[in-house]
Every structure is written in C-alpha cells, then in structure tokens.
C-alpha cells in the first residue's frame, strides 16, 4: 500500500513539473517573437553562447583584451615586468632596421628588421607564403628575394610566419613551441635544457632574445645613437646605457619582447562588442560569432586571444620549402608520438590582413579555411595515420550561409582596423623601416 | 655562500650528465628500433646536388635475377604492416630528423644477402625518387612515410598500383642509374622485409 501511496505522489509530481515546463513553452510561444534577424536578437544570442565558452562566471570579459597601456593587466613574464620605457625602446628597436649588421652578405646590411615579416599593415605576419628577412627585397606581396645572391644568404623560413597580435596570451612561442619554459614546456624537462631556453623565460622573451642571433642582428650601430643611449637608460635603470655586448642583445630582446606583449587587437569589433557596444559588428558578423562560439572551433580557439596555449593535429599540408617532406612539429620537440603533426593553435585577430594560412601556408583564404573544418578532411594523410587527430577535428556540417557568415566574423568582426597606431613615426637611427632595401626605400617613399 | 653555489653548480652538473645520458640512450633506442635500414649521411647532401648527378641509362634489374622487382608481390603488405612501418619512419624522423636518409638496398632473393661486389654485379641501393614534375629528390624519412601513406591509401579504396621511378646507386662503381616503373607495394614490401616487421 505504501509502495502505491509513493507511486502516486511521484506520478503527481511529474505531471506538476511537465504541467509548468508546458505552460512555460506555452507562455514563451505566446510572447511576440524576435525577428532572428535583428542585432539585438542576434547580439543577446551571441553574449549567451559567448558567456558559455568563458570559464566559471567570467562572462564576457574574459575574451576582452586590455588596453595597450594598461600595462599592469597585460600578462607578462615577472623576470621582464612591462615599463612604458621599455615597451617604447621595443616599439623603435622592432623596426629598426639599423639592427641589421650581421648579414651574410654585406649588401644587407641594415636592409632589415623585425617588422620585416612582422608588420602591421598584414597583421603583424608576412603576408607571404615565405617570409624574407635578411636578402628580401620590397615591401608587403611584393618582397621577393634578391636573385644576385646565393640561397643560404637570404633569411628564410620553410614555415609560414606566425603573428605577433595578441602573443601576450601565448606562453610559448614557434609553431613548435620550442621556445619558453613556461605553460606547456613547465614540464618538460628536455625542452627546458633546450639552449634557446637558457635564460628561463616565457617564449616571447625567449624567442626575442633568441632572433637577434638567428636573424643576423646587433647592437654595435645603434651604440652610437645618443638617442638609443638615452632610451636604454630609462628602461634599464640599473645598465644604464647599450653597448656592442651580448649583454645588450638580450636587452633588445627584452624591450622588444614587452613591446610585442602590448599589441592587441583591441579595437576589433567583436572587441567592441564585448565591451558594450551592441552595433560594433554587422548582423552577418553577430550570425558569424554564433556559429563559432556554438561550433567546435570554440574548443581550440578561446581565451581572450581565440587561441589555447596547446598543440593540436588538424591536418595542414607542410610547406612547399619544406623539401624534407615532413614536419612532424610539437612531437620533434617532446620526442613522443603522440604529439607527432601536433602545432601550436594561432589566434585568430586581423588574419584578413595577410595570407596565405595554416603553417604550411597551405590555404590561399580565410573562406578555403573554414571550408576545410567544414569538411574536415585532412591535407596531409600522414597526420591521418598517426592518429593524433584533434577530436575536434569533425565536420561542421555548416550551410553555406553558415560558412560565409563564420568567414565574415573572422575576415571583419575580428579585424582591428588600426593596428598603426602600434608603428613608430620615425626611428633615431632615420633609416627606412621596416624595411631598408633599395626596392622598398622607393615603395614606402623613403629616398 | 660559497658552499650553496658550489651545490648549486653540482646540481647543475648532475642534472646534465643525467639529460646527456637520457639524450643518449633515446639516441640509442631509436637507432636500435631503425638499425636495419640502411642510414647514410651523405643522402643528405645528395639531396643538394641532385640536380647536378649525372644519372646514366636505365638500369634493367633482369639481367641480375632481379626482374621481381616489377612484378606485383604476392605478400601485399598489410594495412597493420604499414602502419607499423610508418611508426617507424616517424621515430627515425622525430629522432634523427625527416631529412634522415633511407636507403634501401636491392637484395637478391635467393640468399638474402648483398650482393658481394664483384665484376658481374653492382651493389645497388635506392637512394631517390622521381617526383610528379620530373625531380629526383632523396629518399628520406619524410619522402619514405610519403609512399607508405600513399599504399595505406590504395589498400583503403582497393585503387590500382602505381609505379614508380626510382634513382639506384651502384655502391662499388659510384654511378646512378634511373630504375623505372616499380610497383609501390613491391618497395613497402621490400621495405618491411628489410626492417624485419
């Protein structure tokens, strides 16, 4: 008798709570329906999801990037604290090109730097299948290599130029991560005897200290510049002038590092979104934002940077320099298998600004790209077999309209449109920047 | 303070030797795992010059009691097979670098052996490949996993063999000769064989 008297009162109980769900449907349906076309319906859609892929109850603020002089809320390596002076000596050093002493061949000398193949017109990447530093000629697509000299003399990469937008959020740095011994390299002790990673730092300083040697930079021309002199010694009180050592290349580094740390894509749309403005993005855009955040790509593109600080396999073809016909990335560097086609995830602001895509410069468009997750059919067939595949790594199954509104969001709602405001006017050397080649002295109106 | 320095730097000291011997002995492992394949250095600066090699007439491997090398084999290698093959490939790749060549030597099928140099007989290896646009380039570890990727492919869709141009050293002479339209089983199968998978 007890057992039915139990029966029954539990029977009433989900009929009460399927009675309210229904009423509720009911009275939801009842409202006037929003037009799912309209900003705000398609904004209030988009802080839901948005606030979804934040952890905890961070909400929208935790995709916000900060201000570029709120330098206190830029994550930075406590062993290189961030000082307006020395993210000001980095924003000049960065473009210097009068760093560039040490080519292979002397008629590049200070031709140079590193804004070379980090500029900001292309969103601080190369906007070239294979980035020319060193024995380049011209500036933006149209660099090319100076055909007078031999191949080795000329500064190349068999790996599409990442950008430096946002690197702030990246505890580790080359597609690789090789460089750092912090975030993912914590770990691991091989990679932190690495000798890229003597000094024990984030991969930013790491790899800023690390370029002056690789790509044929010092300090001995910019010594002489009583301006520079004056500069290192307000942003390094405590060595208090620069000199042709290798003490000073890793000050440049150093600066450069923390100027790198300040450029942030903060004034993208989707930025001006999440901090209030509701008309920031178009409504193609918003709808863009709504398939990101409620698709899968949100899984490795999130944090304030749209990027994990780990290492996935997606598939991308190697280079085409890359002639060993194997990059196998992040399993090089660990030397286990499972890490093997694994690269490191990039953010995602201002790709619109340079092309071509994916470590192997494999994608001509931001279009060709989300059509590929959309597919998701590996380029390359051997990162397939070893079964280190992103579980992410499914297809979309978007519609077109779907595809085109997610390529909107990543060509415009993610675009700052004013990333010059991070290039200096003038340098104290006075040579050209970014670069100081005969071609480009004539294109960027220099001579 | 002198005495925690001087800890310090033992520390230090220890922890050095220690990756030294780590370093070594995954050195050791992976070249135990890749022994028998036979690894050159010098593929790799092969690989630099190939362009400039100058490559003699087609070699006909009949006239050595190699003509099986044409045929289809029988003992298609498997897709588990493959698969371990390409492991393999990824180990010497990860360990000794995807420029690592992979040279394969022509064995005759009787004795199993190398062919001792004499008058009748080159010592043949495989050193490059024939690329769509007509390049040889060096058979590395990464152009090696290429080919078994592409036969995993083909016993996925059942698709019909390719063949392949390679270029073969005779070892005793120094020369090169190209060697023309071997099948791509008949390479991963002589391959597999070599490193006894």
């Not at chain 1, 580094?253 to 178009?282: C, H, V």
């Not at chain 1, 067939?381 to 909107?408: C, I, K």
Request: proline content about 6%; overall charge neutral; charged content about 20%.
């Amino acid at each position: 008798m007890k057992i039915i008297n139990s029966m029954i009162k539990f029977l009433v109980i989900i009929a009460v709570i399927l009675f309210v769900i229904i009423s509720d449907v009911g009275w939801a349906s009842a409202q006037d329906k929003p037009d799912s076309n309209t900003i705000s319906y398609l904004s209030a859609r988009l802080k839901q999801l948005v606030k979804f892929a934040a952890p905890s109850n961070l909400g929208l603020n935790y995709f916000i990037l900060p201000n570029s002089s709120d330098l206190s809320s830029i994550p930075a390596d406590p062993h290189n604290p961030l000082t307006p002076e020395k993210v000001n000596l980095g924003k000049l050093l960065f473009h210097e090109t009068a760093l560039s002493i040490n080519p292979i061949n002397p008629k590049h000398w200070q031709q140079s730097s590193c804004a070379s193949c980090h500029f900001a017109e292309a969103g601080f990447r190369s906007n070239l299948a294979q980035a020319l530093g060193v024995g380049g000629l011209g500036w933006n697509k149209s660099r090319h290599r100076d055909a007078e000299v031999y191949s080795v003399e000329i500064d190349k990469q068999n790996i599409l130029t990442p950008s430096v937008l946002n690197s702030a959020y990246q505890k580790v740095m080359l597609w690789n991560g090789r460089a750092g011994v912090t975030g993912p390299n914590a770990n691991e002790p091989l990679i932190q005897e690495f000798d890229v990673n003597r000094f024990k730092l984030d991969g930013l300083e790491t790899q800023a200290i690390d370029a002056m040697t690789v790509h044929k930079l010092g300090t001995a021309a910019i010594a002489i510049i009583p301006e520079y002199q004056k500069l290192f010694a307000q942003a390094f009180p405590d060595r208090a002038y620069v000199a042709a050592e290798v003490e000073d290349l890793k000050r440049v580094g150093l600066a450069i590092a923390a100027y790198e740390r300040t450029l942030l894509a903060n004034q993208a749309p989707f930025q001006r979104w999440l901090k209030g403005d509701e008309t920031a993005m178009s409504a193609q855009e918003l709808r863009g934002g709504i398939v990101f955040f409620s698709s899968s790509c949100v899984q490795c593109h999130t944090r304030p940077n749209l990027a994990i600080t780990d290492f996935r396999s997606v598939g991308f073809a190697d280079h085409p320099q890359d002639f060993s016909g194997l990059n196998l990335g992040r399993g090089v560097i660990t030397k286990r298998a499972s890490d093997d086609f694994k690269f490191k995830v990039p953010q995602l602001y201002n790709l619109a600004d340079s092309s071509p895509y994916g470590h192997g410069a494999s994608f001509n468009t931001l279009r060709e790209v989300v059509e590929y997750f959309n597919r998701a059919q590996p380029q390359k067939l051997e990162a397939l077999y070893a079964g280190n595949l992103s579980v992410w790594f499914r297809p979309l199954n978007l519609t077109q309209q779907q595809v085109d509104d997610l390529t909107a969001f990543l060509e415009t709602g993610l675009r700052d449109p004013n990333l010059m405001r991070y290039v200096p006017e003038g340098l104290p050397s006075g040579l050209c920047f970014p670069n100081n080649d005969p071609v480009s002295r004539k294109q960027l109106n220099c001579d | 303070m002198f005495t925690t320095n001087k800890k310090i730097k033992n520390k230090n000291a220890l922890l050095g030797v220690v990756l030294v011997i780590l370093w070594i002995s995954n050195i050791n492992f992976a070249s135990a795992d890749i022994s028998k394949i036979h690894l050159t250095s010098s593929a790799f600066q092969v690989q630099q010059v190939s362009s400039l090699r100058e490559v003699r007439e087609p070699i006909n491997l009949e006239q050595f009691g190699l003509e099986y090398w044409y045929r289809l084999t029988e003992d298609i290698p498997t897709a588990n097979q493959l698969i371990k093959l390409s492991k393999r490939l990824r180990d010497a790749a990860r360990y000794l670098g995807s420029t690592w060549p992979v040279i394969l030597p022509i064995i005759p099928p009787l004795n199993g052996e190398m062919q001792q140099p004499n008058g009748n007989y080159p010592r043949l290896t495989i050193t490059d490949i024939r690329e769509a646009g007509g390049n040889w380039v060096s058979m590395t570890a990464g152009q090696t996993l290429k080919l078994v990727t592409q036969e995993l492919e083909i016993l996925k869709k059942s698709g019909d063999q390719p063949l392949v141009d390679f270029l073969v050293k005779d070892e005793v002479s120094g020369k090169y000769y190209s060697l023309t339209g071997v099948p791509l089983n008949r390479y991963c199968y002589e391959l597999l064989n070599n490193l006894k998978l």
